[in-house]
Antibody, heavy 122, light 113 residues
Framework: QVQFVQSGADVKKPGASVKVSCETS????????IHWVRQAPGQRLEWMGW????????KFSEGFQGRVTFTRDTSASSVYMELSGLTSEDTAVYYC???????????????WGQGTLVTVSS | DIVMTQSPDSLAVSLGERATITCKSS????????????LAWYQQKTGQPPRLLIY???TRDAGVPDRFSGSGSGTDFTLTISSLQAEDVAVYFC?????????FGQGTRLEIK
């Protein structure tokens, strides 16, 4: 079965960077895009962007452009999200999620990781 | 950016009764070339990631009970649960994927009356 397993919770100081991993299994990693979505306390879900497992193409939300990096390791069927210049407003649960279709990376998300809580605090 | 607005923010419904949640987009999410509405609905239970319920505004994802249905077109959409079950207590979100940035509604909290 399809599974997404994310790295554990992390605490960072303002100005630092955080890297969250998402290990996938149970499907052909190279065929799908993986999205990153975050959920700050009491806020709506916020889309950050996606990376394609096959060709590594990326697309970012303008709100994160220049501050977020997506990478992938095809041998490990894993994707990574690194966010720099952290502030308290980046405190959130970060999710990886798969686009539901292999032919359109922007389609809705049919499988999700369990979420990773990132807390930014001095 | 397309702004998604849901109503109500919270809703209490008796077991076995109908629950209706609406979602309005700030611009149309209907794509003429393929006659599809780029609108999805998710369910999120406490401590869990969201679960995809509906896409293309009215297509249920695999394994979603048929008491869940989606309707609407253009800018106005509805999620209906025909007969509320205890396990349906959750927050429900709409999402547009017509263009980027992909955006979500603020969520509707559904409880048992």
């Amino acid at each position: 079965q399809v599974q997404f397993v994310q790295s554990g919770a992390d605490v960072k100081k303002p100005g630092a960077s955080v890297k969250v991993s998402c290990e996938t299994s149970g499907y052909t990693f190279m065929r799908y895009a993986i999205h990153w979505v975050r959920q700050a306390p009491g806020q709506r879900l916020e889309w950050m962007g996606w990376i394609h497992g096959g060709n590594g193409d990326t697309k970012f939300s303008e709100g994160f452009q220049g501050r977020v990096t997506f990478t992938r390791d095809t041998s490990a069927s894993s994707v990574y999200m690194e966010l720099s210049g952290l502030t308290s407003e980046d405190t959130a649960v970060y999710y990886c999620a798969r686009a539901a279709s292999s032919y359109d990376p922007s389609l809705p998300f049919d499988y999700w990781g369990q979420g990773t809580l990132v807390t930014v605090s001095s | 950016d397309i702004v998604m607005t849901q109503s109500p923010d919270s809703l209490a419904v008796s077991l076995g009764e109908r629950a209706t949640i609406t979602c309005k987009s700030s611009q149309s999410v209907f794509y003429n070339s393929n006659n599809k509405n780029y609108l999805a609905w998710y369910q999120q239970k406490t401590g869990q990631p969201p679960r995809l319920l509906i896409y293309w505004a009215s297509t249920r994802d695999a394994g979603v009970p048929d008491r869940f249905s989606g309707s609407g077109s253009g800018t106005d959409f509805t999620l209906t649960i025909s007969s509320l079950q205890a396990e349906d207590v959750a927050v429900y979100f709409c999402q547009q994927y017509y263009n980027t940035p992909i955006t979500f509604g603020q969520g509707t909290r559904l409880e048992i009356k």
